[in-house]
């Protein structure tokens, strides 16, 4: 059963045409990746998903209705969430005040400021600091807390791993069983390869706006990838 | 009037003008909307004080919240109906349209009201006063000194502790993520310009109280409302605080010395302070030093 379908979805910023007719799809309850080099849209792609950026063409059925031209907030509400990327904490809050702001309008559903806590055991301890105040990584888990306090049914995760040292990530990475676990479907961009793949079940590979790839995570070789990613079709 | 008591009366006016401060900041900060019309709403709210207590039985304090209530819902109804329809990150659009409001406003209130200067005369109270160590200190500047602190502590409060307050700093930090997080910004965005102009009457119409005011003091409010903005910075209550007493202190202080000054002095203060901010102070510390 899909929880979300793209369906041939353009995007424009004013004239210029950042993703052409892409096509793609999440089931319930699984986590999927797309990768692509700087530029191939990804990050275009959730944003029209939620609602920052609206499709031009094409529909973007989540849950059997075509969200692809309703207002951001509402989007949000019916169970959409994002982690953004560069993280985007609001700076003048707390890390408590960031994780209640992701509350406040929640859904309902398993997510709680407490539950989050047990996710990162180290929030716990800064919840008073300002958000300004802690390490990348510190941040990077209070984004993906706000986000899952609006008890999203999927979470959009955009460059998880961006500027985070390899430990930090894993560690991040290690929790998305126990997120996939509570009901939540998945949705990884990531310029690491190896991190998406190990983390999804299936992944499409976006290039200057197209799909060149979807395959399944586990089989996919490392030379379709290479040529889906960089473009030369031939072998 | 000893200097002392001028002190007094420029923390009390000052007060006030910290009142106006925040109001504008409030607007600026979280939706960058420039309300030119904000000393218009100040002078409004003076009127409206005036008409409630000439023509109706209500104590002053009843008023007050009244102005209040009404500043609040066309401050609501200011952003629902017009300057939602001008976000973005050009703030010149809203500033051409308040500044359009505020000459329709102006000549309004010349038409209806006449260009004559009023008061509000609030009767036996405007004279009591106690003495304290051989000084004699009004009730009235008291009081008001007292609401214009409960007010900034009320914000205070409101900003840290509630959901409003957190969505209002959010949303002057990042509005996309905050929509992202379900919340929708032009409601937040009404309501705060709402509470933006509700201060600016309530500290319009207390002001009105101690001076006077004609259809035209607006522009003068508006002064006052940027200059503490600026001197105690963007986005900090206790800036907006302080910078009031300091222009409402050097106001009042400078009446004393020469009594035909009227608001010369608080804006050469605001021109020293600029000044000062732009000096490289460092070297000229450094030669004084030797």
Do not use: D, H, P, Q
């Given at each position: 059963m899909n929880l979300i379908a793209l369906e041939n979805v353009d995007i424009f910023y004013g004239d210029l045409q950042a993703t052409f007719g892409v096509t793609l799809h999440v089931n319930a309850g699984e986590t999927i990746a797309i990768i692509g080099a700087n530029g191939a849209g990804k990050s275009t792609l959730l944003h029209a998903i939620i609602g920052l950026t609206l499709a031009r063409h094409g529909r973007i059925v989540f849950d059997g209705e075509d969200i692809a031209r309703v207002r951001c907030d509402l989007v949000a509400r019916r169970g959409i969430a994002l982690v953004p990327e560069g993280r985007r904490l609001f700076p003048s809050l707390s890390v408590e005040e960031n994780l209640l702001?992701?509350?406040?309008?929640?859904?309902p559903g398993p997510w709680t400021l407490e539950s989050v806590y047990e996710l990162f055991p180290t929030i716990r301890e800064l919840r008073h600091q300002p958000a300004s105040d802690i390490s990348g990584g510190q941040q990077q888990m209070?984004?993906?807390?706000?986000?899952?306090?609006?008890n999203p049914r999927l979470l959009l995760c955009d460059e998880l791993s961006l500027g985070l040292a390899p430990k930090v990530i894993a560690d991040i990475y290690t929790r998305f069983a126990e997120i996939r676990e509570r009901g939540v479907s998945i949705i990884v961009v990531e310029q690491d390869i190896a991190?998406?793949?190990?983390?999804?079940?299936?992944?499409?590979?976006?290039?200057?706006?197209?799909?060149?790839l979807e395959a399944s995570s586990a089989t996919v070789t490392l030379d379709d990838i290479r040529h889906a990613y960089f473009g030369d079709f031939l072998p | 009037?000893?200097?002392?008591?001028?002190?007094?009366?420029?923390?009390?006016?000052?007060?006030?003008?910290?009142?106006?401060?925040?109001?504008?900041?409030?607007?600026?900060g979280i939706m960058r909307i420039v309300n030119i019309a904000h000393?218009?709403?100040?002078?409004?709210?003076?009127?409206?004080g005036m008409i409630l207590l000439t023509l109706t039985p209500l104590p002053l304090p009843i008023v007050v919240v009244c102005v209040a209530a009404t500043a609040f819902v066309l401050g609501w109804l200011l952003q629902l109906a017009l300057l939602n329809r001008f976000l973005g990150p050009n703030p010149v659009p809203s500033m051409i349209v308040t500044l359009g409001l505020s000459i329709v406003v102006r000549n309004l209130l010349v038409r209806i009201f006449g260009a004559n200067i009023h008061s509000i005369d609030i009767g036996p109270l405007q004279n009591v006063g106690f003495r304290f160590l051989g000084l004699s200190i009004g009730a009235v500047p008291l009081i008001i000194f007292a609401v214009a602190l409960l007010l900034f502590f009320g914000m205070h409060m409101l900003l840290q502790h509630t959901t409003l307050g957190r969505a209002f700093r959010a949303a002057a930090d990042d509005f996309e993520i905050l929509e992202t997080l379900g919340f929708n910004r032009r409601r937040i965005y009404n309501v705060a310009m709402g509470v933006a102009v509700a201060l600016a009457a309530i500290a319009g119409l207390l002001l009105a109280m101690r001076s006077s005011f004609g259809p035209f003091s607006g522009v003068e409010r508006l002064l006052i409302a940027f200059e503490v903005v600026i001197i105690g910075g963007l986005g900090s209550l206790r800036g907006c605080f302080f910078g009031g007493l300091f222009l409402g202190v050097v106001q009042v202080v400078g009446l004393k010395l020469a009594p035909n000054s009227g608001p010369l002095f608080s804006h050469l203060a605001f021109f020293v302070v600029l000044l000062l901010r732009q000096a490289n102070l460092a070297p000229l510390l450094a030669w004084a030093r030797k």
């Open positions: 702001m992701g509350a406040a309008r929640a859904r209070v984004a993906i807390g706000r986000a899952l306090l609006t991190r998406a793949r190990a983390s999804s079940s299936r992944l499409y590979c976006l290039l200057k706006g197209r799909i060149t | 009037m000893s200097f002392v008591e001028a002190i007094l009366n420029g923390l009390m006016v000052g007060g006030l003008y910290g009142l106006f401060g925040l109001g504008l900041a409030l607007a600026f000393g218009e709403f100040v002078v409004l709210a003076a009127y409206f």
